[in-house]
């Protein structure tokens, strides 16, 4: 499990990096476009204050595949740190399959099936990119695709598109996906962190829930069955 902070400032970047300790730095599309005219000095900034093991997320902003492809080679040629974001549709997958061809680090954003982490892993995806918002009634999805991941050597789940701490912390309880932190919670999670003993505790509740509810399917299947034979 890793955090990234989800930010366009240097500023801010280097203000949570001081006492949260991230991978790296997953740049917004909006907030790339918010600061478009300086585009260049802005990622200059960020690898400044980015340790070697960093890494800097930028997301492809063009349409079309001819454009994706064309943008996503310029990106990456700035620094061996960044990660091209690409979104998963049709020109977006087939922009994915065009940087494998010429070893670009990418990762998929809008990811959230099977189908889409196989293809991803198939082209050397570094990771997924998963909205809250589709896990937001059921983590079965991403836990799902967290166990293929893990058989699918470097590539990573990430989760992002979060508005409070209890997203977070379900998302922390429930999967081992990694997490992409708005900077309007960075400070917050800093000061009200569960702790290990905390996480640990809400997890072994929520394994006890499931295995109960588990049971209770297997007794009901039992005294089924008993009734059955009699």
Known sequence: MAFYLETASPKEFSEINQYLSL???VVPARGLLKEHAKVNGTIAAMLEFMSEH???FLPVISAGFRAMFAEA???AALSRQIVVMIPASNEGLMCLKACK???????LTYADSMLLAAF???NHAKGLIMSYDKLEENCEPAKAICAACRKFA?????????SSLGQIN?????TDADVVIPYELAGDLFYHWPG???LDELRLDWINEYMRVELTGEDEEEENTSRQED
């Open 120 to 122: 991803g892993h198939e």
């Open 73 to 75: 080679r310029k990106t």
């Open 23 to 25: 991978e790296g730095v």
């Open 196 to 198: 290990k003993a905390v």
């Open 54 to 56: 960093q890494k800097l």
């Open 101 to 107: 061809t010429l070893n670009i680090p990418c990762v």
């Open 170 to 174: 379900k998302v922390l309880m429930e």
């Open 154 to 162: 470097g590539t990573r789940v990430m989760t992002a598109g979060f």
